[in-house]
T-cell receptor, first 115, second 114 residues
Framework: GQQVMQIPQYQHVQEGEDFTTYCNSS?????IQWYKQRPGGHPVFLIQ?????EVKKQKRLTFQFGEAKKNSSLHITATQTTDVGTYFC???????????????FGSGTRLQVQP | EAGVTQFPSHSVIEKGQTVTLRCDPISGHDNLYWYRRVMGKEIKFLLH????????ESGMPNNRFLAERTGGTYSTLKVQPAELEDSGVYFC????????????FGSGTRLTVV
């Protein structure tokens, strides 16, 4: 079945440093989504990328979707303590045999920011 | 609009007991999903409802887990009897339409089995 892998699993940075997490899918994705989960919280939808090579920005966050639509990255410029949390990528899975249309999540990258 | 609501937020039960988790999706969202995150690992799919029908329950760990969505509104997930490895955070999510665009997650139920 489809697998979505993320690296690194964990990163500890000093406030002000940049951070990047990478996501790779075993299959081509129609779109990719990113979520952020604060400690003790629930995943919150950040963004969705649909087009090959697409780049989207949200303030200090830059999201990229690979040309082959199998990989993606999230880059945070000049991290702040409010960026602390786990970042998940997720791709839609379509299973013809079961009819499942659900998201398959990556394992997440936990970001810790040192003030 | 009201978000996805889950109840309870926390539950601590003894091994062998029964627990029922509830999820109220966003009104009008036909698609309802249950996911679980265990020990800080990935968010794993459990099952998917379209209205009151189970579209796919292949992610359910075993037959100790039973999910229902009577009337196509709220859903319940029952664990009976609970085992230690069932501990984790159970998230419910809903979405509109047949293609999973951005999910709206509930705040989750943290289940601890002791």
């Amino acid at each position: 079945g489809q697998q979505v892998m993320q690296i690194p699993q964990y990163q500890h940075v000093q406030e002000g440093e940049d951070f990047t997490t990478y996501c790779n899918s075993s299959t081509t994705l129609s779109n990719i989504q990113w979520y952020k989960q604060r400690p003790g919280g629930h995943p919150v939808f950040l963004i969705q990328l649909v087009k090959s090579g697409e780049v989207k920005k949200q303030k200090r966050l830059t999201f990229q979707f690979g040309e082959a639509k199998k990989n993606s990255s999230l880059h945070i410029t000049a991290t702040q303590t409010t960026d602390v949390g786990t970042y998940f990528c997720a791709g839609p899975s379509y299973f013809m045999d079961t009819g499942r249309r659900a998201l398959t999540f990556g394992s997440g990258t936990r970001l810790q920011v040192q003030p | 609009e009201a978000g996805v609501t889950q109840f309870p937020s926390h539950s601590v039960i003894e091994k062998g007991q029964t627990v029922t988790l509830r999820c109220d999706p966003i009104s009008g969202h036909d698609n309802l999903y249950w996911y679980r995150r265990v020990m800080g690992k990935e968010i794993k799919f459990l099952l998917h409802f379209v209205k009151e029908s189970k579209q796919d329950e292949s992610g359910m760990p075993n037959n100790r887990f039973l999910a229902e969505r009577t009337g196509g509104t709220y859903s319940t997930l029952k664990v009976q009897p609970a085992e230690l490895e069932d501990s984790g955070v159970y998230f419910c999510a809903s979405s509109h339409g047949g293609i999973p665009w951005g999910y709206t997650f509930g705040s989750g139920t943290r289940l601890t089995v002791v």
